[in-house]
């Protein structure tokens, strides 16, 4: 570690979350005395900086891309101006408002080299400074004093074990109570900062001479036990014996069970938890399911939107004439209802016209109210990932977006900012893809809505439920309560399609052999675990030269000689073999070259690439350590900050696959891929083929899948809350 003293001059970058990267003008250091007197960057998180702030800072220096050398900043203390000219400099900065340089040019005069000091030790020596008003003496010391605080602050808890950006964060949160809540509780910090993980908190906590059964870690660890398990299984709340179970693997310690139970009531006392029965869900849960019911039993008992005898019979007639379009019954009643009901859903399974609908409501909800200007303030398209906006947006030819985008989700806080304090104008959303909906997000959604909005959902019930906890478009439907049309007609391919079939047959538990290798749209070939890879990569080879949009190769799980990352590895020399004309980076133990099929892992808002986004690499520059991805026109250059990013698509999950539709669809399935064999993922990884379905694998596997209606069942409490707010 380095050292270097200055003063900022210039602000180049400011994130919400306090990174910074800064002009700086070196007076001493201990590295190279040619760095003295020379303007260097420096970069990290800080709390309440200016410009003409005298710091002392430790780290390292670097190099970045695009600025350069700098000086990558760990820790940093203000240093006390004691000069005419920093002391000047210092309080004309932007910490202290109402103060320019003719004010800080009297406070020298008057209190000389000294001054803060003095201001410290007695705020009225200020009152000697004729120029200054009351308020200009308690702005400087209010400020020099919460600038004492949070130097000595910041350096307490780097000293504690915490990194700048979480000291920042940290003191940014609680300001001069900082230490109190530390030393009251450290885990505090867990339940309101969700950027400071448990594991962190703990680790520090421990280093620091706490118990291992201090009740405060045992709450905390209880409440973070219900997030992993939500995390892995989906669910929304618990059992105190699966609770108890797990608890001793996260915190790596048996506590009794009266212990347990003592420190469960006390959380369910503070409301941390919430419980129900025998239930116990944690309150940003029990919070988010009680918002989705209030929310939507208003719009549900809201009185119906009335028109004309006829009206909207006439409407779809004329429509149907002007696009060459031909509705059935089941169509129609979903289109008016959309037109009456202040909340719909709308389910079906593939090829029943589900987005045909959505296309068809929009058209004449803009012909029926004469909307002359552009949709967007009215009318708004949605959907969970950005590949299924996409695809929507593509389908229809209006504008759609993610919830993350309509809601402008800021990365760095993790907050949106479309919110209950600042909602959409919105009169009408649409959200495609529900099933891909989870309970938090849809609270959200709600909230950044006016009470009046009227809201239609669109998905497939049956198909894999959302990645985060909740099964919003299931628990909404059982209930048995709002408006719901079921599409049953099939459109999207002929009424004899192998793959639709199929796809009907698996969500009702069947196996038809009979529907396969019977015609060229659904084919599967046999092969065990050691020789799958081998058949894999010839029939890869057939689509080698096919555009990388049309053909998708999908598997259920990530490891074994078959799982996801080997077979991509594998795949890449058959697709994008190595070559001396193609730059290749190393990146986590896997190649990437120029050419390479990539799938986007991470949302990334500011680039307009989202999670589930497949690009092309189309530049790797290994001197700058830099990956540019094409996706679908979006240029996107990732460093080696973001390089955790994106991986391998030639092969990807059915999970990631969700909101997509590829002409060729190829799934290899084996009984070695074991619990990651069950109804709903096999049929989501169906319906993803548009034309044609390859399997590959063993037929008892494929059974096993169909067969296991078990694996995927969440616990949730959405459904029985709503049934209890109607009884």
């Not at 985060?468 to 999207?492: H, Q």
């Not at 029939?539 to 078959?562: E, G, R, S």
């Not at 002409?663 to 096999?682: D, H, N, S």
Request: include cysteine; charged fraction near 30%; proline fraction near 1%.
């Amino acid at each position: 570690m380095s050292n270097i003293v200055g003063s900022v001059t210039r602000t180049i970058f400011k994130s919400d979350n306090d990174y910074y990267v800064l002009v700086f003008k070196v007076k001493e250091n201990d590295v190279n005395k040619e760095y003295n007197g020379k303007f260097i960057n420096v970069t990290g998180y800080f709390y309440d900086i200016d410009e003409n702030i005298d710091l002392s800072l430790t780290g390292e220096f670097g190099k970045h891309s695009r600025y350069g050398e700098q000086f990558n900043v760990s820790s940093y203390q203000k240093v006390i101006p004691e000069d005419k000219n920093s002391i000047v400099a210092f309080f004309s900065s932007g910490l202290f408002k109402g103060i320019g340089e003719a004010k800080a040019l009297k406070i020298y005069e008057q209190l000389g080299d000294e001054a803060i000091d003095l201001i410290k030790k007695d705020k009225n020596v200020l009152r000697e400074v004729k120029s200054l008003s009351e308020k200009n003496i308690l702005t400087i010391s209010k400020k020099i004093q919460e600038l004492d605080n949070s130097t000595d602050t910041l350096l307490s808890l780097t000293e504690l074990g915490f990194n700048s950006n979480d000291a920042t964060m940290i003191y940014k949160n609680y300001k001069e109570k900082t230490i109190e809540v530390i030393n009251n509780d450290i885990y505090t910090l867990f339940y309101d900062l969700e950027k400071i993980s448990f594991q962190k908190i703990d680790r520090i906590a421990l280093k620091n001479k706490f118990s291992k059964n201090d009740e405060r870690r045992i709450r905390a660890g209880i409440v973070n036990t219900m997030r992993i398990l939500g995390s892995e299984k989906g669910d929304t709340y618990f059992f105190e014996e699966e609770i108890y179970k797990y608890l001793k693997i996260i915190i790596n310690y048996e506590t009794t069970y009266d212990d347990f139970l003592e420190n469960l009531n006390i959380l369910v006392n503070n409301l941390r938890i919430v419980k129900i029965d025998l239930k116990y869900q944690l309150m940003e849960y029990f919070e988010a399911d009680s918002n989705i019911v209030k929310r939507l039993t208003y719009l549900n008992n809201k009185e119906d939107i009335t028109y004309k005898k006829d009206y909207l019979d006439r409407k779809i007639s004329e429509f149907e004439k002007t696009s060459n379009i031909i509705y059935d019954e089941n169509q129609k009643e979903a289109i008016k209802k959309a037109f009456i009901k202040n909340f719909l859903i709308i389910t079906g399974g593939p090829g029943t016209g589900k987005t045909t609908i959505i296309k068809s409501i929009v058209s004449m909800y803009r012909d029926i109210f004469n909307l002359k200007y552009d949709l967007d303030d009215e009318v708004v398209l949605l959907a969970p990932t950005g590949r299924a906006s996409k695809r929507i947006m593509e389908a229809t030819t209006y504008k759609a977006s993610t919830i993350h985008r309509f809601l402008k989700w800021n990365k760095d806080t993790n907050k949106f900012q479309v919110n209950e304090y600042n909602k959409s104008n919105a009169k009408l959303v649409i959200i495609d893809e529900v099933s891909m909906l989870d309970t938090i997000l849809f609270s959200s959604l709600l909230n950044g809505l006016k009470y009046d909005t009227r809201i239609i959902l669109v998905g497939d019930s049956n198909q894999l439920p959302s990645v985060l906890p909740g099964e919003v478009l299931k628990d909404l439907i059982d209930s048995e309560v709002f408006s719901l049309v079921k599409l049953k007609n099939l459109y999207r391919q002929s009424d004899d399609s192998s793959i639709i079939n199929l796809a009907y047959d698996v969500n009702n538990g069947e196996v038809n052999y009979d529907l396969f290798n019977q015609n060229q749209d659904l084919v599967f070939y046999k092969a065990d675990s050691d020789t799958l890879r081998e058949k894999l990569i010839l029939i890869a080879k057939d689509y080698k030269n096919v555009d990388y949009h049309d053909f998708q190769i999908m598997a259920p799980m990530y490891k074994t000689l078959n799982g996801i990352n080997n077979l991509n590895q594998i795949l890449q020399e058959v697709f994008n073999p190595k070559s001396s004309k193609k730059e290749e980076i190393e990146i986590y133990d896997v190649i990437y070259r120029v050419g390479d099929k990539v799938l986007q892992l991470m949302n990334m808002p500011d680039d307009n690439v989202y999670n589930g986004d497949i690009g092309i690499i189309i530049k790797i520059d290994t001197i700058k350590k830099e990956v540019t991805i094409d996706y679908d026109g979006n240029i996107v250059t990732f460093t080696k900050a973001t390089f955790g990013n994106f991986t391998l698509g030639y092969v990807i999950s059915i999970h990631k696959s969700q909101g997509s539709e590829f002409k060729t669809v190829l799934i290899p399935i084996l009984k070695e891929y074991g619990r990651m064999l069950y109804r709903k993922l096999v049929y989501t990884g169906i319906t993803r083929s548009k034309q044609r379905l390859i399997l590959i694998g063993e037929a008892e596997a494929f059974q096993k899948g169909v067969l296991n209606n078990n694996n995927n069942e969440r616990k949730t409490d959405l459904c029985e809350k709503i049934k209890q707010r109607y009884s």
